[in-house]
């Protein structure tokens, strides 16, 4: 699957937990509250109008994956905060599907950046009154949002173009190369009843490839063809199904690379060359 996971980060839930803790609307309350201000359990209850019972179990889902944490015991209820960064972001179009996540425990205030590393520490420093530092800081703030709203505008307009150009990739390959990828694969397994499906398969390892041409563009440790067998096949494989896997699409690079010159194979790898 067209599945991101952030650089740097060592993701401590997988992606499938994150979005079955985020799919739960109760749960998604209990995360924005606790985002602003710690709760306890009868506090939640009483906020949100369930039962102590109904909160108490959704707590300890997020405590189970370490996404919350108890910060006063000894209170009656217990009180509760975020102890995690979490980020997942989704595109799906026509033309494009990408999920992106990332997930890290914070460990203690040197995972946080603090007010002295940001540039605005020494003009904060120089205010003394509270008001007048509420107010710089809800400016700054502000200027942060406005600044982000920008980049998703443009960032959208990016995504717009994106699956304008994969929209465009997929006419070429209708009018220009399905038939000639169609014929290859006759030429190479004759009557089988399964042409179709590679075909299909064909076509997909094609626009896989466009979906993020730097993911299989960079030479890695990890082999083209293993790279397209975990972004095209379920990542729940044994040996022996990665290997069948790997069997049906080596042939198809060798089809597309007969009517394409983008792809080329060297030294038992397979490259993408744009």
């Known amino acids: 699957m067209e599945v991101e996971e952030s650089e740097g980060n060592s993701n401590f839930i997988s992606l499938d937990n994150l979005l079955e803790i985020l799919g739960n609307p109760t749960r998604r309350l209990i995360l924005s509250k606790l985002a602003k201000v710690p709760h306890s359990t009868s506090e939640l209850a009483n906020e949100l109008g369930i039962s102590r019972q109904a909160v108490h179990s959704q707590l300890k889902i997020l405590l189970s994956y370490n996404i919350i944490e108890e910060i006063i015991p000894e209170k ?24 992106k996540y990332s997930s890290e425990e914070i460990k203690g205030d040197s995972d946080i950046i603090q007010l002295k590393d940001t540039d605005f520490s020494s003009d904060y420093q120089r205010i003394k009154s509270p008001n007048k530092k509420i107010r ?4 700054r703030i502000k200027e942060i949002e406005d600044n982000v709203r920008i980049l998703e505008i443009e960032r959208s307009m990016l995504l717009q173009n994106k699956q304008c150009f994969l929209g465009e990739l997929k006419n070429i390959m ?7 990828l169609l014929k290859s694969i006759k030429e190479r397994r004759k009557k089988d009843k399964l042409i179709k499906e590679s075909l299909n398969l064909g076509e997909e390892i094609f626009f896989t490839l466009f979906f993020n041409p730097e993911k299989y563009f960079k030479k890695t440790s990890v082999s083209l063809l293993d790279r397209l067998v975990d972004e095209l096949f379920s990542s729940d494989m044994d040996i022996d199904l990665r290997a069948r896997n790997r069997v049906s699409i080596e042939p198809l690079l060798k089809d597309l690379s007969k009517i394409m010159d983008f792809l080329h194979e060297e030294e038992d790898d397979w490259f993408f060359d744009l």
């Open 76 to 99: 009656p209820g217990g009180e509760y905060c975020i102890k995690s960064n979490l980020s997942i972001r989704i595109d799906i179009n026509p033309h494009y599907y990408n999920i």
């Open 136 to 139: 710089f800081l809800g400016e």
């Open 174 to 180: 209708e009018r220009q190369y399905k038939e000639k």
